[in-house]
């Protein structure tokens, strides 16, 4: 199927294929990263669901699950050699990983004692903080086009929370904030290590999680069922997925772009409270948002135009 140019004398045929070196390399990362934030921003709709499982109840079953369905798909990739493959990834993968579950760990415990809010407005740093350190640690330099849009997406992100930002609490603020630069971290032993294959740091990642939740809570691990199935589902496939595309991606862009596709999360995760709690955002949340939106859209976008 297709469509014809006007010009009779210039009669062509339009395919709707895209040109299959219009999504490799780059283009292609950018899109999964897409994906991967979308999938992601249901985390706050997700845990807000929950009323039996505080932060640690909750990190402690989501990495217990994400580090046991990674550790099933590595089996099923390498099967004998899993545990060779795991331990290949030596100390980049140690501390990727490492890093990976102080952001995950760090991030639930915000989120459970300061508002969302406040939470959010930190983690919109992320992207300055990883162009920072990966200029100064790595010589990665952004383009304009990346910079216009990390400035346009932030300023959205900060334009959405200012009607709720309010924190009284200096240790979720503080957990906000560690959580924005362990992350940055981990971006950037992602792209300093591209040429590992760092997909065994996820499971690293679960199992410090689990370790230090369950050494912390003891026997006090009961929830109810539904809440352990939203938990089972956080980490199973909502932080496995984009996890896993965002270590492939790692190989095409660099750190400013990886973590610039994050703002998505933040841009999207008030939308699906509001569609599926009914909880109405304020008109500063969906005009911030939609820039938000469309200045990631409009990136990725002319990203792929301009490799035509």
Known sequence: ?????????NLKIYNFKLDKNILSGRSFAMLLMVLGSTLISF?????????????????????????????VI????????????????????IIAGSMLALAGICLIQAITTT???????????????SAFLAWFLLNEKI??????????????VCLMMFSGFRSNSFYGTSM???????????????????????????????FLISLFCVSLLGTDIVISWPDLFRCILL?????????????????????????????????LGPFWVWLYINETPAYST????????????????????SKR
């Open 1 to 9: 199927m297709g469509i014809y140019e006007k010009d009779p004398k």
């Open 43 to 71: 985390t706050g709709l997700i845990v807000r669901g929950m009323d039996s499982a505080g932060a640690l109840q909750i990190n402690l079953y989501r990495g217990l699950a994400l580090s046991l369905t990674i550790l």
């Open 74 to 93: 590595l089996f099923l990739r390498y099967r004998s050699n899993t545990l060779l493959k795991i331990a290949g990834v030596g100390m980049p993968g």
């Open 115 to 129: 508002t969302v809010a406040a939470t959010l407005f930190i983690c919109a740093s992320i992207p300055f903080i």
């Open 143 to 156: 383009s304009k086009r990346t910079l216009i849009t990390m400035v346009i997406a932030a300023f959205g």
């Open 176 to 206: 906000a904030l560690i959580t924005a630069l362990s992350f940055s971290g981990y971006a950037i032993v992602l792209r300093k290590n591209r040429d590992i294959e760092m997909l065994p740091s996820i499971f690293i990642s679960g």
């Open 235 to 267: 980490g199973s496939i909502i932080s496995l997925i984009p996890n896993s595309l965002f270590i492939y991606a790692s190989k095409y862009l660099i750190a400013a772009e990886l973590t610039l596709f994050m703002l998505l999360e933040f841009g």
């Open 286 to 305: 969906l005009i911030g948002g939609f820039s938000v939106i469309t200045a990631v859209i409009i990136y990725v976008w002319s990203e792929i135009q």
